[in-house]
C-alpha cells in the first residue's frame, strides 16, 4: 500500500505529498476537498513539490482541488509539478489548463 | 532479477503445448523496458499465444515468465490480480463492451480495480479519451464507431490504469492507412512520454518494422532471429529474409503440407 498525505500549509498553500495511485487517491481527494473548504486564504495553491510518484490519480486530484477552489469562489495554482506529472499531463493535452506558477 | 532491471519482460526455456503439439518449445525471449518491441512472425505461429503467456491468461507447460521482477507462473491469484494492473492490453478484436457506451467502457477498469470517486473517475476517462482524439464521442455507442476509433477506445481503456507495460496484438490489421497512421503515432507517443514498455505483436512489417526498436521474428516454436528492424532486414537468415523481405515462397513454403496434387485430384480412389 502506498503512503501519500495532504496538508495545509502554513500559507494556507495545500501540500500533496508522497505517491499519488489508486490506493491513496480516494483519501486524499475526502481530505483535501475539506481542507480547501476549510482554508481562509483567498487562492490555493496546490502544492506538488513532495510528490515521489503519481499516476494519472495525481491529475484527477489537482482537477478535482481546482473545482473546489472555483466553487469556494478562490484563484488555484500550482505549485512544483512534478516530471511524471507533466508528462501525464502532456499526454492528455491538459498542461495548458493547469494555472502553473511562473 | 529486481524490477529495476533492463528488462520489463523475460520469457526463460518457455515451452506451451496445446495436447501434443508444441507451440513454443525452449523459447528465450527478453523485452527491454522502456521501449518498443515488435513480435513478428507468419499468422498462425503463436504470435497471440505469446502474449497471452507473458499477460498471464495462460501458463507455460515449461519454463519461466519474469514481469517486472515476478516470475508469473508461481503467482498466487490475488497477485496475478495486482500484476495485470501494470499490464494493459489491446487485443486484435478490440473488445469493447457493445452494450456500454465509450465513456463506461473506458471507466470500466476504473470501476473495477479502484475505488476512485465518479468524479474523479469521470477526469481520468476523459483525460484518456482526450489523449487519443476521442472524447467528443463519450455518449457513442460501440457500433456508432469506424474500425479505427474502436481500436482508439480500446486503447484508451488500456491504458486507463496507467500500466508499466502495454501489449499490442495485431493493432493494425482491417486499418485503413489514416486510422493505421493514428495508432503508429499513438503507440510512439505513449511509449516514449509516459516511458511505458511496449509490446507489439503483428504480421504488418512495414508500419511494425517503422516504429519498433527492437524485433524478434518467431517461427515453427521458436525465435528464428531478433534484432534492430535494420539488422534483421540484412540477415543472411534466409528465413529471416524471407519474413522481412515479404517473398511468397522460400525456406517457408506457400504451401501447406499436403498429399500430392496429381494423386489427389486424378488418383484412384
Excluded at chain 2, 490480480?81 to 463492451?97: E, I, P, T, Y
Excluded at chain 2, 476523459?126 to 476521442?134: E, P, Y
Amino acid at each position: 500500500m502506498s503512503e501519500a498525505s495532504v496538508s495545509l500549509g502554513a500559507n494556507g498553500e495545500l501540500r500533496l505529498a508522497g505517491v499519488l495511485d489508486y490506493s491513496t487517491g480516494p483519501a486524499l481527494r475526502a481530505e483535501g476537498q475539506a481542507l480547501v473548504r476549510r482554508s481562509e486564504s483567498s487562492e490555493v495553491v496546490l502544492d506538488c513539490s513532495a510528490v515521489e510518484k503519481s499516476s494519472s490519480v495525481g491529475l484527477a486530484l489537482l482537477l478535482a482541488f481546482m473545482r473546489d477552489a472555483k466553487a469556494a469562489g478562490k484563484n488555484a495554482r500550482l505549485r512544483g509539478l512534478p516530471a511524471d506529472m507533466r508528462q501525464i499531463a502532456q499526454v492528455s493535452e491538459l498542461l495548458e489548463l493547469l494555472p502553473q506558477e511562473a | 532479477m529486481s524490477a529495476e532491471n533492463d528488462y520489463a519482460v523475460e520469457l526463460k526455456g518457455v515451452t506451451f503445448k496445446r495436447g501434443a503439439r508444441s507451440i513454443f518449445n525452449n523459447v528465450d525471449i527478453r523485452i527491454p523496458r522502456g521501449k518498443v518491441t515488435g513480435i513478428m512472425g507468419p499468422s498462425g505461429c503463436g504470435k497471440t499465444t505469446l502474449l497471452r503467456l507473458i499477460a498471464a491468461q495462460l501458463k507455460p507447460s515449461a519454463g519461466e515468465v519474469w514481469v517486472n521482477g515476478q516470475n508469473l507462473p508461481r503467482l498466487s491469484r490475488s497477485e496475478l490480480f495486482d500484476m495485470r494492473k501494470q499490464m494493459g492490453v489491446l487485443f486484435q478484436s478490440g473488445a469493447l463492451f457493445t452494450d456500454l457506451d465509450v465513456f463506461e467502457n473506458v471507466a470500466f477498469p476504473l470501476r473495477v480495480h479502484t475505488k476512485l470517486p465518479d468524479e474523479m473517475i469521470r477526469d481520468i476517462v476523459l483525460m484518456k479519451l482526450q489523449a487519443v482524439g476521442l472524447r467528443g464521442a463519450i455518449e457513442l455507442m460501440p457500433d456508432e464507431l469506424s474500425g479505427g476509433m474502436k481500436r482508439r477506445v480500446a486503447l484508451a481503456r488500456a491504458i486507463a490504469l496507467d500500466p508499466q507495460i502495454l501489449m499490442y496484438d495485431e493493432p493494425f490489421v482491417g486499418q485503413d492507412p489514416i486510422a493505421m497512421g493514428v495508432l503508429v503515432r499513438l503507440i510512439r507517443l505513449l511509449n516514449d512520454a509516459l516511458g511505458i514498455t511496449s509490446i507489439v505483436v503483428s504480421h504488418d512489417l512495414a508500419e511494425t518494422a517503422s516504429i519498433a526498436d527492437y524485433l524478434f521474428v518467431v517461427g515453427d516454436g521458436q525465435v528464428l532471429g531478433q534484432g534492430t528492424p535494420k539488422e534483421l532486414m540484412n540477415s543472411d537468415n534466409p528465413r529471416i529474409r524471407q519474413f522481412m523481405q515479404g517473398t511468397p515462397d522460400g525456406p517457408v513454403p506457400f504451401h501447406y503440407p499436403a498429399p500430392d496434387y496429381r494423386d489427389d485430384l486424378l488418383g484412384g480412389r
